[in-house]
């Protein structure tokens, strides 16, 4: 079985930074791309960053330049460190990740952690 655990959400005053994390544990052969997704209130879950395997990364335009996602192959963790927050980005954070298992291979999703940046 295998799970997505996210930490590091929280509150935080607009122009300031929170560091998230997401580790994979469980019976995992490889995993493929890893990535960041959003749900802002009221409104539907949208790409924030991914990465491959390989190291190659993309990122919603809304984030560039502000947000850096990075992953541990080794450790099966994928972070995103997020500067000069916006109110904007004030969402439910949900970790993504491609994982092949004995029995499938197939995207896996964390429960999610909160994000809030007051104005």
């Known amino acids: 079985q295998v799970q997505l655990v996210e930490s590091g959400g929280g509150l935080v005053q607009a122009g300031g930074s929170l560091r998230l994390s997401c580790a994979a544990s469980?019976?995992?052969?490889?995993?493929?791309?890893m990535g960041w997704y959003r749900q802002p209130p009221g409104k539907q879950r949208e790409l924030v960053a991914t990465?491959?395997?390989?190291?190659?990364?993309n990122y919603a335009d809304s984030v560039k330049g502000r947000f850096t996602i990075s992953r541990d192959n080794a450790q099966n963790t994928v972070s995103l460190q997020m500067n000069s927050l916006k109110p904007e980005d004030t969402a439910v954070y949900s970790c993504?990740?491609?994982?092949?298992?004995?029995?499938?291979?197939?995207?896996?999703w964390g429960r999610g952690t909160q994000v809030t940046v007051s104005s």
């Open positions: 993504n990740a491609y994982i092949l298992t004995v029995r499938d291979q197939r995207p896996y």
């Open positions: 469980g019976s995992i052969f490889s995993i493929d791309v």
């Open positions: 990465i491959t395997r390989g190291g190659s990364t």
